[in-house]
């Protein structure tokens, strides 16, 4: 019999391997940098949807991950926001260690409470903390913010 740790990881294993995984990973990190930026710049979502020409519902459609907007949008929030967009093709890495971070993080929290299910969610349990850079830490760490 499979524990739930165990079980979880043949999960996260399985869909990797789903081209699908990728594509919300990319949502998720073009939403974060959106999000991101917007806080900087202390932008909210109506002045956001004002300068792209849309609907304050759209922006949330986006940030929530729910919405299948296209280059073109991505071009036009990149712009509101005194950016440029860059797409990349990127060599595969065998191991990535942010990835490993966020499954252990995933991992504790989640034997804490019940499982998360959106990419929303999980986007408002754990931010990116850029830590003191000391000798034998990992470069990145998660916190919760629950």
């Not at 998720?28 to 519902?57: V, Y």
């Not at 986006?62 to 280059?71: D, V």
């Amino acid at each position: 019999m499979k524990t739930p740790k165990t079980a979880f990881a043949d999960l996260f294993k399985k869909a990797r391997k789903d081209p699908r995984w990728k594509v919300k990973g990319a949502i998720l990190d073009f939403t974060e940098t959106m999000a991101e930026q917007m806080d900087t710049m202390r932008i909210n979502k109506s002045e956001l949807a004002r300068r792209i020409g849309s609907s304050p519902a759209y922006v949330t459609k986006i940030l929530r991950g729910n919405s299948n907007f296209t280059l073109e949008s991505m071009v036009k929030i990149a712009a509101a926001l005194n950016g440029e967009l860059r797409i990349t093709i990127e060599p595969k890495i065998k191991d990535i260690k942010w990835f490993k971070l966020l499954e252990n993080a995933y991992m504790e929290q989640s034997a804490k409470e019940p499982a998360v299910c959106s990419l929303a969610d999980r986007r408002k349990k754990f931010r990116v903390v850029k830590p003191k850079k000391s000798k034998g830490e990992e470069n990145v760490k998660f916190s919760s913010t629950a």
